[in-house]
């Protein structure tokens, strides 16, 4: 491909969303991935309900539902049951679906898009000036040398980019090792769940593990019992010690008859310290890695890229406001920050001792509080996040809009179909004519919407992402230059900058 405007390195699930993005929104972009075709391994097996939103926004939700192997109301940490209902969203639960498929599913969109996948490509060298990024990449035909305006390493948690830009990754070391593998077993009496479920996690480390179906006669086993702890992380994986863990956890009738993958994973969390490095980004594992408990991590990645690919976007065709980009790192940070905190807090409850017993104990009892339970459940599926934007107080400003039945004069509409094409939204509830006169220098790229019912506001601003720039209460008049200085901020400069001169930040 000639001349990409975005080198995407890397084509997990961070990797294929933002490059979805780039491409929805008219980027030239490439994906650069060093495996020829994709492993065949699926880490991750849920997604959670913002994520489930994001990819509805984009009517990507739909073809994943009908891929997926089950649905499980609410979520957990640490093994202990999360209510999602009590969260404003059409999906309160999690989708239970291997990574591979959503991978696969990302990428059709990407072929749609017309946005190319080079496999078989790993990158190997970087360099930057203030006009771009040159790639050294090695590939089935030797080397070659790819230049974009931007890159973004979504390269997992081993990133080559990262260390290749000597980024520090500094974070807690592991304590507990973990295996995972996808296995096949003879189970004649049927003593093995029939259907996939939430992980029954609890402190004991005996060798008792969580055993699901996750489709095609296909078993995920997650051990981490004593045996493990003593083991080094690069001890190949027997089917002698899987068949060890296997029995400890479902007795002899079951016996391993096939193991897909194996891999060991420990609870290392570890984040870098900034996000942009000049014309380089990080994100997903890239950016943080952390233990997967309450299944967060590929739903963190997704959401980066989310954040991410219409600023970029927005960069790239010269109308981003100056500070646009850098909003990426300020955002999203904080949120793989508190994924990682939250992913230790559950660690310490898995661990078998009696003073970790006894405050499990205690978190388990506050967990049957409703109101407690819902600041967790916030937390683990996403739904919670709020960003801290700029301009006047709202409770909507910097939270995601849920996606709400509105009325319009052209009939019945929802929000998460108006975000579809990846434009930024003006909902009216009110006076429709004095909001569309302040958008006007906008053009097309703010989507202004008259509601007349459903909207439980005057007026919002709502970002590509979903997330809420600018509101106006019901019966409040708007704040005309608030909403111009949000539309500036979020939708861009009226008026194309100079290619170069927002010099990189590093
Ligand atoms: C056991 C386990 C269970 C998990 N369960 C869940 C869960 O239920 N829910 C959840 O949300 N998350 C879960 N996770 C985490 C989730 O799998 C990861 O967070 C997710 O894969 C991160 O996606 P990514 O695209 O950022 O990175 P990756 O998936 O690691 O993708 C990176 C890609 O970059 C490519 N690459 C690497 N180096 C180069 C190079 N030099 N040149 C070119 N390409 C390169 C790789 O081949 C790879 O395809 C789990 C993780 C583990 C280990």
């Not at 980004?281 to 890229?305: E, F, K, R």
């Not at 499990?360 to 937390?379: F, K, Q, T, Y």
């Amino acid at each position: 491909m000639t001349n990409p405007q975005v080198i995407v390195i890397g084509a997990g699930p961070t990797g294929l969303m933002l490059a979805a993005e780039l491409g929805l929104a008219g980027v030239r972009a490439v994906v650069v991935e060093r495996l020829l075709q994709r492993s065949g391994q699926s880490k991750a097996l849920g997604i959670q309900p913002r994520s489930a939103e994001v990819l509805e926004l984009r009517g990507l939700l739909e073809p994943l539902m009908d891929q997926a192997v089950q649905l499980v109301p609410g979520g957990h940490f640490a093994g202990l049951r999360l209510d999602f209902t009590t969260w404003d969203t059409r999906h309160p639960y999690m989708i239970g679906i291997p990574q591979g498929r959503v991978e696969a599913l990302l990428e059709e969109r990407l072929a749609a898009l017309g946005v190319p996948v080079l496999r078989g490509y790993e990158v190997t060298a970087l360099a930057q000036d203030d006009d771009g990024v040159e790639a050294t990449v090695h590939g089935p035909d030797g080397e070659t040398r790819l230049r974009g305006r931007y890159l973004v390493g979504c390269d997992g948690g081993r990133s080559t980019v990262r260390e290749l830009l000597g980024i520090d990754f500094s974070g807690l070391d592991g304590r507990l090792l973990s295996v995972v593998a996808d296995i096949t077993l003879d189970d004649p009496d049927g003593a093995v769940s029939a259907t996939w479920s939430l992980p029954v996690m609890t402190p004991d480390r005996t060798g008792k593990g969580y055993l699901a179906p996750i489709g095609d006669g296909v078993h995920r086993f997650l051990f981490y019992g004593a045996e493990q702890q003593t083991l080094s992380r690069d001890t190949p994986i027997s089917e002698a010690e899987v068949g060890r863990a296997l029995h400890h956890t479902v007795g002899p009738g079951v016996e391993l008859t096939g193991i897909h993958w194996a891999s060991r994973f420990t609870d290392a969390s570890r984040q870098v310290e900034r996000y942009r490095h000049g014309r380089v980004l990080l994100a997903g594992d890239a950016a943080h890695i952390h233990s997967p408990m309450g299944g967060q991590g590929l739903n963190l990645g997704l959401q980066d890229a989310f954040n991410l690919g219409w600023k970029l976007a927005a960069e790239v065709h010269g109308w981003a406001h100056p500070g646009l980009l850098d909003t990426y790192h300020a955002e999203r940070h904080p949120v793989a920050a508190r994924v990682l905190a939250n992913t230790r807090a559950q660690a310490v409850l898995l661990v078998h001792d009696e003073e970790n017993l006894a405050l499990r104990d205690i978190v388990s009892d506050l967990l049957g509080v409703p109101e407690a339970n819902r600041i967790v459940a916030g937390m683990i599926s996403g739904l919670d996040i709020r960003y801290d934007l700029p301009g006047p107080s709202h409770p909507l400003l910097g939270r995601h809009l849920p996606d709400l039945d509105l009325e319009t004069p052209d009939g019945s509409d929802r929000v998460a179909r108006l975000l579809r094409d990846g434009r930024a939204l003006l909902l009216t509830s009110v006076a429709p004519a004095a909001f569309a006169e302040v958008v006007a220098p906008w053009g097309t790229r703010v989507h202004h919407v008259s509601v007349t019912a459903g909207l439980g506001a005057d007026a919002v601003l709502v970002r590509p992402d979903g997330y809420v720039g600018w509101a106006a209460a019901v019966g409040v008049t708007g704040d005309m230059a608030a909403l111009g200085a949000a539309s500036r901020l979020w939708a861009g400069m009226t008026t194309s900058r100079p290619r170069n001169d927002h010099q990189p930040t590093s």
